[in-house]
Structure formats: C-alpha cells, structure tokens
C-alpha cells in the first residue's frame, strides 16, 4: 500500500485530494496548520498531521512523524486579490514564503528518502493564472508562475533518480474558498488603493458574468493528481477543470 502526504488538506482541494486517494486505498498523511478530525471520514490509513510549511521545525517534525511515503502534493496556499501598489513588502513576503518557498522546502524534505530509494513523486498544484494573466493578482500569480518554473526544472534534475515531479493547473474554482479569503485577507490590511476602484469594480463584474461558465470542482484537482500518482507517462502539466484544460489548449 502506497503512502501520500498532502499538504493544505483543511478545505478545498487539499480536502478533496485526501479524500480521493483514501478512497482508493492509498495510506494519506493529510496535514494541516490547525488540525481537525471532524473533516475527513475515520480511517485506518488516514493520519492528520500538524504543518506549517513556511516553519521549518514543523516541516522536520512533520516530514519525521510521516515516516517514508511515496509521494508528496505541494497543494497548501494563500490567495491574494490586490493590485501591486496595494501589497505590502511584509504581505507580498508572507504569500511567496507560503506558496513558493513553502513548496520548494517541502520538496527538498522529502528528496533524500525518493532518491535513497530510487522513486517517488511530487506534484505541485499552481493555478490557471500562470496561462491568462488577470488584474489584481500579480502577486499570486508570480507565486504560482515560479513554482511551475521550479517544478520543470526539478523534474529534470530527479529523471535520473527515477524521482518525477508533475504541475496539476486548476482553473477558477467557486466551490473553494480562494475569493472569500482573498477579499477578506485585502480589507483586513486596509483594502484596496482607492486609484484602483474601477479596475476593482470592472473585475469583479466580471467575475459575476462567469458565474455560470466553465469551472473547475476540486474533485477535478484530485482526479489530475490521481493521474499523476498512477500513470507513469503522464504530463508534466495537467490541468485541471473544464477552463483550464480549455486555456491549456
């Protein structure tokens, strides 16, 4: 029975992930900063882990409680919804220390025991934004954008240790909680510059219009990091949900 550690599992793809992979027989180490019992179904080969990933004692801690495992998903993040301007140094540190760094650290823990054992896999979950870039998201989608960098030039660097590494892409995704916790994350750091409002009010008109187009579910996250898990051939970069695969032409 293989063994996968995911992290960011509290909500949204990473929950979705942790479910699937469970259901097929997987042995799923889902962490998360504040642990909870209550969201995933009780289970023998299911461990919740605490994991901090921009700390690194808590990725030691995290990595030593696992044991060995045989993949790795980099799904944990932030979102950030703001024009540059509105972005504070601290702010724009703290999502690059989370999205960007968090994964490479990650990453770099898990790497002597896959190439002491000749295997493993790691898939990082970016975003559609890197494809069709969009106002107010220059700051995450450069957080995203080097992670996609980063996993094409690490994928070369592990082919000799038989180590692959894979890019899931998900689209817009209303049934998680990526604008609710951007919107709240900008007005609680003073909300956006006023120069912008029309930008901001553009935007989000926008946003409204898609209500009902194309999307992506997180069951279609956890089904593209199915694919990398248990098909050998499969892509570096597979997107995920109906508009992402629509972008990735």
């Not at 069951?219 to 997107?239: G, H, K, N, Y």
Request: aromatic share 6%.
């Amino acid at each position: 029975m293989k063994t996968v550690l995911i992290t960011g599992c509290s909500s949204g793809f990473g929950l979705e992930i942790a479910r699937c992979f469970l259901d097929r027989a997987w042995k799923v180490i889902a962490t998360m900063r504040t642990p909870r019992e209550d969201i995933l179904p009780s289970s023998e080969n299911l461990r919740i882990l605490a994991l901090d990933v921009t700390e690194p004692e808590s990725i030691r801690r995290a990595i030593e409680d696992a044991g060995p495992i045989d993949m790795l998903v980099n799904n944990a993040g932030i979102g950030w919804l703001n024009a540059l301007e509105g972005t504070s140094m601290d702010t724009l540190r703290h999502i690059f220390e989370t999205n960007t760094l968090g994964t490479m650290a990650m990453t770099q823990a898990v790497l002597p025991q896959f190439r002491q054992r000749k295997g493993g896999i790691i898939v990082n979950v970016t975003s559609s934004v890197t494809l069709k870039p969009l106002p107010l998201l220059s700051v995450y989608t450069a957080s995203k954008a080097a992670v996609n960098a980063f996993t094409e030039v690490l994928a070369l660097e592990l082919a000799a240790f038989d180590i692959r590494a894979h890019l899931v892409i998900p689209g817009r995704a209303p049934e998680t909680r990526f604008s609710e916790t951007a919107r709240s994350s900008v007005h609680s750091r003073g909300g956006f510059p006023e120069a912008y409002s029309g930008l901001v009010q553009s935007v989000f008109a926008g946003w409204e219009q898609q209500r009902s187009s194309a999307a992506t579910r997180p069951l279609d996250v956890a089904e593209a990091v199915w694919r990398a898990a248990t098909e050998p051939f499969s892509p570096l970069r597979i997107p995920a949900g109906a508009d992402a695969v629509a972008l990735a032409g």
